[in-house]
């Protein structure tokens, strides 16, 4: 019988083989995964959650890319996001701040997809402020200075209006 084996693993661009096993016999397939620009960080953190991707994926497509610093965003986040896939893999303290993150801005963020002024609480910037602190100590340097331009963005009233965002104290 002929099976198609397929391999694949976060961070990794999947690759599949044909084998033919005849007579109960066994056969080795090597694989060779390269890697992949596939990468995801919301997807790894949220595990599939549709809902909750869907309301970012919208977030990116009707409010992000229609402005050029959100498509600075945007592109900034797919270039980082195979390093930051590694770095949620490894650092679990990391992963756990990013999981706090998101579920601190979600509210922020369903709200502006019905309409309103996105608006960040001191208290969701303290828990944005951990990751990126957390994140900082880690990653690249390519992705240290995106994240350095991100706090830099967030304390900047022109940045923050280009997205109808205010800071509630």
């Known amino acids: 019988a002929v099976y198609t084996l397929r391999a694949s693993a976060v961070v990794y661009q999947s690759s599949s083989s044909s084998v033919t096993?005849?007579?109960?016999?066994?056969?080795?397939?090597?694989?060779?995964?390269?890697?992949?620009?596939?990468?995801?960080?919301?997807?790894?953190?949220?595990?599939?959650?549709?809902?909750?991707?869907?309301?970012?994926?919208?977030?990116?497509?009707?409010?992000l890319l229609k402005s050029e610093l959100g498509k600075q965003y945007v592109k900034n986040y797919y270039a980082h996001a195979a390093e930051m896939v590694k770095v949620i893999l490894t650092h679990g303290t990391i992963r756990e701040k990013?999981?706090?993150a998101l579920e601190a801005v979600k509210p922020s963020v369903e709200s502006v997809m019905?309409?309103?002024?996105?608006?960040?609480?001191?208290?969701?910037?303290?828990?944005?402020?951990?990751?990126?602190t957390a994140l900082k100590a880690v990653v690249s340097p390519e992705l240290?200075?995106?994240?350095?331009?991100?706090?830099?963005?967030?304390?900047?009233?022109?940045?923050s209006k280009s997205f109808s965002a205010a800071v509630i104290k």
């Open 21 to 63: 096993i005849t007579n109960d016999n066994t056969e080795t397939v090597n694989f060779a995964l390269g890697t992949g620009s596939e990468a995801c960080p919301s997807e790894l953190i949220l595990e599939n959650d549709s809902k909750e991707l869907a309301l970012l994926r919208n977030y990116r497509d009707t409010i």
């Open 98 to 100: 990013v999981v706090a």
């Open 114 to 132: 019905e309409g309103n002024s996105l608006t960040l609480t001191t208290l969701q910037l303290s828990v944005i402020e951990k990751l990126t």
């Open 144 to 159: 240290r200075k995106s994240i350095c331009q991100l706090e830099k963005d967030l304390n900047n009233k022109t940045a």
